[in-house]
Nanobody
Framework: QVQLVESGGGLVQAGGSLRLSCAAS????????MAWYRQAPGKQRELVAS???????NYADSVKGRFTISRYNAKNTVYLQMNSLKPEDTAVYYC?????????WGKGTLVTVSS
């Protein structure tokens, strides 16, 4: 059973920082690609950043240079460090992975950036 639990969201002023965490259950974590997605009101869910089991990362153009994804396999946790936040970063942020062809999502954590 795969469970993903996000934490760390909240309200922050523009220019501020937040760090999101995603705690994953199961022995799959070390070999799986993990990712963060976000969904703003009225918009489609979009990929923010991903990290492979080997540590290779990929970022959406809109967050490059501001966000950093990382993982700590010993704690089955993936992080998203978000700096220089902008009002347009306001969204629900979801943790994602795939196992045996099945997508798994956390319930999400809300990030609100005020101007």
């Amino acid at each position: 059973q795969v469970q993903l639990v996000e934490s760390g969201g909240g309200l922050v002023q523009a220019g501020g920082s937040l760090r999101l965490s995603c705690a994953a259950s199961g022995s799959f974590f070390r070999v799986n690609t993990m990712a963060w997605y976000r969904q703003a009101p009225g918009k489609q869910r979009e990929l923010v950043a991903s990290i492979t089991s080997g540590g290779s990362t990929n970022y959406a153009d809109s967050v490059k240079g501001r966000f950093t994804i990382s993982r700590y396999n010993a704690k089955n946790t993936v992080y998203l460090q978000m700096n220089s936040l902008k009002p347009e970063d306001t969204a629900v942020y979801y943790c994602w992975t795939m196992l045996l062809g099945v997508n798994y999502w956390g319930k999400g954590t809300l990030v609100t950036v005020s101007s």
